[in-house]
T-cell receptor, first 110, second 115 residues
């Protein structure tokens, strides 16, 4: 069964600290993997998109990694800011099908 | 350029009623997808339209339907509303629906509450 699991479900960190969010998937065949950030009351915004051959991709303070062999991805946030407080959603696509994780809710506190 | 526009932003309906939600994609985008987001289930794919044709469909009952117009604007209809239909409904558009580079652009959603 094609599934995407994210951990932790929620996370609270101090401003300025780093954190890593995890995404494990069983989707096959694999097309690409996206990380989205969703602020409360808003639609998701794409952070990174990675294909099978890419191991790492950065977008400012966000760095995504992909291990296609173990079917794991992580999103590392460096020097967190209050504005990073949001839900982070991992989406794995297989052809025209999309499989969503339920997200990690991140709260950054001062 | 304008983003994906969804209207209305908020909606309250009574059980048994029907509702129509609207989505205007980014200019030039031909693919429009709809998603339901609830706290318990997260994001779930409803369906995707491309050039006025439904190309993909998620696992939702027939009460959920949609259509796309020649200008790529899309509407989603839910008939015989149930309390469980209360959710944030998101629309996303892209050039072709399988963009590796640009991905999807989401609207801010329509918050539907069924009472």
């Amino acid at each position: 069964k094609n599934q995407v699991e994210q951990s932790p479900q929620s996370l609270i960190i101090l401003e300025g600290k780093n954190c890593t969010l995890q995404c494990n998937y069983t989707v096959s065949p694999f097309s690409n993997l996206r990380w989205y950030k969703q602020d409360t009351g808003r639609g998701p915004v794409s952070l990174t998109i990675m294909t099978f051959s890419e191991n790492t991709k950065s977008n400012g303070r966000y760095t995504a990694t992909l291990d296609a062999d173990t079917k794991q991805s992580s999103l590392h946030i460096t020097a967190s800011q209050l504005s990073d407080s949001a839900s982070y959603i991992c989406v794995v696509s297989s052809g025209n099908q999309f499989y969503f994780g339920t997200g990690t809710s991140l709260t950054v506190i001062p | 350029k304008a983003g994906v526009t969804q209207t209305p932003r908020y909606l309250i309906k009574t059980r048994g009623q029907q509702v129509t939600l609207s989505c205007s994609p980014i200019s030039g985008h031909r693919s429009v997808s709809w998603y339901q987001q609830t706290p318990g289930q997260g994001l779930q794919f409803l369906f995707e339209y491309f050039s006025e044709t439904q190309r993909n469909k998620g696992n939702f009952p027939g009460r959920f339907s949609g259509r796309q117009f020649s200008n790529s604007r899309s509407e989603m209809n839910v008939s015989t509303l149930e309390l469980g239909d209360s959710a944030l409904y998101l629309c996303a558009s892209s050039w072709t629906g399988a963009d590796l580079e640009y991905g999807y652009t989401f609207g801010s959603g329509t918050r539907l509450t069924v009472v």
